[in-house]
């Protein structure tokens, strides 16, 4: 059974930085990405950062510049460090993986809270 789960979520004051990690069990065939979706408060979820297969990676104009997607292959494991938090970040982060059959797989969220 595939899961993903996610850590290093919590309370940060604006300009600071948080690691998340999403760690994933189970076999899981034709990894198209990984990437890492948020939702804030009365919002969509929306699209944060995305690792493709080939190692390419695309992300929310709102996070360029602040946010890196990485991952280490071998331990199945995906990382978005987040730097220069803003208030505007607070959201529940969730990691996920597509595959090129189009299955979609979730984590069950971490909450990141902006805040001083």
């Known amino acids: 059974q595939v899961q993903l789960m996610e850590s290093g979520g919590g309370l940060v004051q604006p300009g600071g930085s948080l690691r998340l990690s999403c760690a994933i069990s189970?076999?899981?065939?034709?990894?198209?990405?990984m990437g890492w979706y948020r939702q804030g408060p009365g919002k969509q979820r929306e699209l944060v950062a995305r690792?493709?297969?080939?190692?390419?990676?695309n992300y929310a104009d709102s996070v360029k510049g602040r946010f890196t997607i990485s991952r280490d292959i071998a331990k199945n494991l995906v990382y978005l460090q987040m730097n220069s938090l803003k208030p505007e970040d607070t959201a529940v982060y969730y990691c996920?993986?597509?595959?090129?059959?189009?299955?979609?797989?979730w984590g069950q969220g971490t909450q990141v809270t902006v805040s001083s």
């Open positions: 189970g076999s899981i065939f034709g990894i198209n990405a």
């Open positions: 690792i493709i297969s080939c190692g390419s990676t």
């Open positions: 996920s993986v597509d595959t090129r059959r189009g299955d979609m797989y």
